[in-house]
């Protein structure tokens, strides 16, 4: 199958980061209030309930495959504990290339300027699907104004392997999320 992703990586923790008053002032020192204009809230935030039948067939899809244990959202520990918890969850592994996720400029700045990991920084609007119809779901995701990519595919065995480094790495379990570094009080409590 392949694993597909849509939305943003980090995208809703890094908008939390830049909300707070603290957070902003030290961002402000190195970037212009211009590079997180309203677009970046925009894009950052989950997805405005726009009626539509790609957002409704996406939504619905989405509910089928969670139940199902094939899809997952970036929630708690962002995108890479998303592909971890359904891959496992399935008792599969799968390869990935960290490179074709979609994230925002904004939020790698923001992880950069804290020492975050834009990968493991909460994002419920981003979601992780094990499919064999990527391209429906891609193209709903394309309906609905959200980025989306096929990563890559799952595998027989446990690792869960990154592709597109010379040095071989596998994923491991997560740990907390990311936002717990900065704003803790921010997190989904579960």
Not at 54 to 62: D, G, N
Not at 69 to 84: Q, R, T
Not at 109 to 138: D, H, K, Q, V
Request: charged share 25%; aromatic share 8%.
């Amino acid at each position: 199958m392949d694993i597909v992703v849509t939305g943003f990586a980090g995208s809703d923790g890094s908008c939390k980061i830049y909300q707070n008053m603290d957070c902003r002032k030290k961002l402000l020192k190195r970037y212009s209030e211009s590079f997180f204009g309203i677009s970046f809230f925009d894009v950052s935030a989950a997805p405005p309930d726009v009626p539509g039948e790609s957002r409704s067939r996406l939504e619905k899809r989405f509910a089928e495959m969670h139940s199902l244990g094939l899809a997952d959202s970036s929630e708690n520990g962002g995108v890479l504990a998303a592909l971890w918890r359904v891959l496992k969850a399935n008792r599969m592994g799968g390869c990935y290339d960290l490179g074709k996720i979609p994230v925002l400029q904004q939020t790698i700045e923001i992880c950069e300027t804290f020492g975050l990991n834009p990968y493991r920084l909460c994002a419920p609007s981003c979601r992780i699907w094990l499919t064999e119809t990527a391209g429906e779901i891609m193209g709903d995701a394309a309906g609905a104004g959200m980025p989306s990519a096929v990563i890559g595919y799952t595998a027989e065995g446990a690792a869960i392997n990154r592709t597109d480094t010379e040095v071989p790495s596998s994923l491991r379990r997560p740990e907390k999320d990311e936002l717990y570094r900065i704003l803790p009080e921010q997190l989904p409590h579960k």
